[in-house]
């Protein structure tokens, strides 16, 4: 049977993609010309920024000092699992080389980037995991020099607890800039940080469009949109908690869908009911960008089987994917389209946004039918070598040769003969060089 709908999106509102493309285009083309001065003035112009643009090791210790302890334990905890779960990773990354026949050994080798520019939104909320998400998990991967930025909070410049956080999690050097001008900075090496060889890390709609438009010379994490978030719920899951889940993801902004599936109805008509209530005792402006989200982008449905939720799930293809209902490992092992997976009532997508250890910048608007989310692999180069010695070159000369040939390449086919002419001994390649 068809899916029943008790909610349908009214749809993404339409958004001046253009203007924004031609401004971010404008900006990048003025700052790559003008340097730091046009950055700068970007910076005091929109982020009503007056004071120096490098945060000094002075300021940083000062800042620190003014975190309460507490908070700091806090986020090194945090820093902790996301760091444990990042070396994790890192060990699943391995060089490696194969004989393929006698004398054509070929092998890869994991490289770090040698540089990383994490962008850490700020703004209306203070995204301290995301410095965690982003440097820590390039500190963790190798990367010898990461630049961070992150724009500043009135005259403050960056809060403390985000000044602590970028620090702990191994920032080179922090710079209090936001938006196309903070990105701009580090693509382009300017206060004193070298040109990034990637860009990650979340932020508006500016931001990624600077991203995607530098993207080619640069590495990027990836094209991100607004969050999203879909609930698969059973009989067996609590209404109130579901509810509280949607809610809690929706805050993120009025352009930030949120989904519910489930095959029990009478839980679908008790969230319907129980969400206004819940964004109306939000404060502002989180209450206002729930409401809007919620209003114009949620969606409630009820499917007849659990295997139609997981079809909805897998078209949806969202960014978080939380699962509150029977039988997990069936979930875990069905499942396939999600940028992250948040198994059983007790693991609440807040968990994995702020402090449970697997990275949080995740692909959006359906990306992730074909990528993850961010992790110690973007900030690595797999790359390959070889080495032939005379006991493959005779057969690995006449097959190169013969295809070339076939491809009316004569001169990758004359670069083949000319080692069968010429042949001489090579040296054998080291054992694990």
């Not at 196309?180 to 382009?188: D, E, L, R, S």
Request: glycine content about 8%; aromatic content about 6%.
């Amino acid at each position: 049977m068809p899916i029943t709908p008790l909610k349908s999106s009214a749809g993404q509102p339409p958004q001046a993609l253009a203007d924004i493309a031609d401004t971010v285009q404008i900006m990048l083309a003025r700052i790559r010309q003008g340097g730091a001065q046009v950055a700068l003035e970007y910076a005091h112009q929109l982020d009503g920024w007056q004071g120096e643009v490098a945060v000094s090791r002075a300021q940083i210790d000062a800042a620190v000092a003014r975190v309460p302890q507490a908070l700091k334990d806090d986020i090194t905890w945090a820093h902790d699992n996301i760091s444990r779960f990042a070396e994790a990773q890192r060990a699943t990354a391995q060089d490696m080389q194969v004989e393929l026949r006698p004398g054509l050994i070929a092998g890869q080798k994991q490289i770090p980037l040698g540089a990383a520019g994490c962008y850490v939104p700020g703004g209306r909320y203070t995204h301290i995991a995301s410095a965690l998400m982003s440097i820590g998990t390039a500190r963790v991967a190798g990367v010898k020099d990461i630049t961070a930025v992150s724009p500043p909070n009135g005259a403050a410049g960056i809060p403390d607890e985000m000044l602590f956080a970028m620090d702990l999690a191994g920032a080179s050097r922090i710079l209090t800039l936001g938006g196309v001008q903070g990105v701009a900075a580090m693509a382009y090496g300017l206060f004193g940080a070298p040109a990034a060889d990637i860009l990650v890390g979340p932020g508006n709609a500016y931001v990624a469009e600077a991203k995607r438009q530098l993207f080619g010379p640069i590495g990027i994490d990836m094209f991100a949109g607004p969050t999203d978030s879909l609930v698969l719920a059973d009989h067996t899951a609590d209404p109130e908690v579901v509810a509280v889940d949607l809610v809690g993801q929706a805050e993120h902004g009025a352009t930030s869908p949120v989904w519910l599936a489930t095959t029990h109805r009478p839980l679908a008509e008790a969230v319907l009911r129980i969400v206004p209530d819940l964004i109306a005792d939000l404060p502002e402006p989180n209450r206002s960008a729930a409401a809007t989200a919620w209003a114009d982008l949620a969606e409630v449905v009820v499917c007849d089987t659990r295997e139609e939720m997981a079809q909805y799930a897998d078209a949806k293809a969202p960014e978080h994917l939380h699962v509150q209902a029977d039988d997990l490992p069936w979930w875990r092992d069905r499942l396939f389209a999600y940028g992250s997976l948040f198994l059983g009532e007790q693991t609440t997508v807040a968990f994995g946004d702020k402090a449970a250890g697997p990275n949080h910048v995740l692909p959006t608007s359906g990306a992730a039918r074909y990528t993850g989310g961010l992790s110690v692999h973007k900030f690595l180069k797999t790359v390959t070598w070889q080495q032939v010695d005379d006991r493959a070159l005779p057969e690995l000369a006449r097959v190169s040769a013969a295809i070339s040939r076939e491809e009316r390449m004569e001169g990758h086919a004359r670069s083949a003969d000319i080692r069968l002419t010429r042949l001489s001994p090579t040296p054998k390649l080291a054992a694990n060089t």
